[in-house]
């Protein structure tokens, strides 16, 4: 069985401004000092001393996420590209409010977020679909390389909200929204099949 322990990073400047981050890397996406107090208390809080090691996205805003949690523990980190967030293509930067005021039929009310069908309007824009089949994967691929770990995976909301739908079998995405800054999801993967033991934690 291997234990997936999905963390989203802390908040981070663009956050706070309502942003559509996607996979923009750039000063505005590093946490900022909310995002950064939001990791130590969770780091005091969650015992993370179970892990083998961190696996997570690329971007610095998840790369200072995890070297907060990791000030003691000094686990392994790796990084894996599956994890990255999804791209909104030309909408990476966007205010989301603004956008929804554009394109309110490829909005969900209640989320205030983008619908699957959003990829119409926004140029280049990662699909749902593909998110979720890469994040599948990354889970697949890791769990049967290493059955038996319990790994910390620092990472993004829709990445995160891509796990869990594939633990669930959701068809429907919209569901259920995507998790907090610095809450925890967790999925177990036995035999090759994902469940999800707890969501936006």
Wanted: hydrophobic share 35%; net charge negative.
């Amino acid at each position: 069985m291997t234990e997936f322990y999905f963390v989203r990073h802390g908040q981070t400047f663009a956050n706070a401004k309502g942003l559509k981050q996607g996979t923009i890397d750039d000063e505005e996406t590093h946490l900022n000092a909310i995002g950064r107090q939001q990791v130590r208390e969770v780091r005091e809080q969650f015992d993370f001393s179970f892990a083998n090691r961190f696996i997570i996205s690329p971007l610095t805003r998840t790369r200072q996420t995890a070297d907060i949690l990791n000030v003691e523990l000094q686990l392994p980190v790796a990084t894996d590209e599956r994890l990255l967030e999804i791209s909104y293509g030309s909408w990476d930067g966007k205010n989301n409010n603004e956008l929804r005021a554009q394109y309110p039929d490829v909005f969900n009310p209640e989320f205030n977020d983008v619908t699957p069908d959003y990829v119409k309007y926004a140029t280049d824009g990662e699909t749902f679909d593909s998110v979720i089949k890469r994040v599948g994967e990354f889970m697949a691929d890791i769990s049967s390389k290493d059955p038996d770990d319990k790994i910390i995976v620092v990472t993004h909301g829709f990445t995160i909200k891509a796990a869990a739908i594939n633990a669930l079998n959701l068809k429907d995405p919209m569901v259920i929204p995507e998790p907090d800054n610095l809450s925890v999801t967790l999925i177990k993967v036995i035999n090759q099949h994902a469940y999800l033991y707890y969501y936006n934690r």
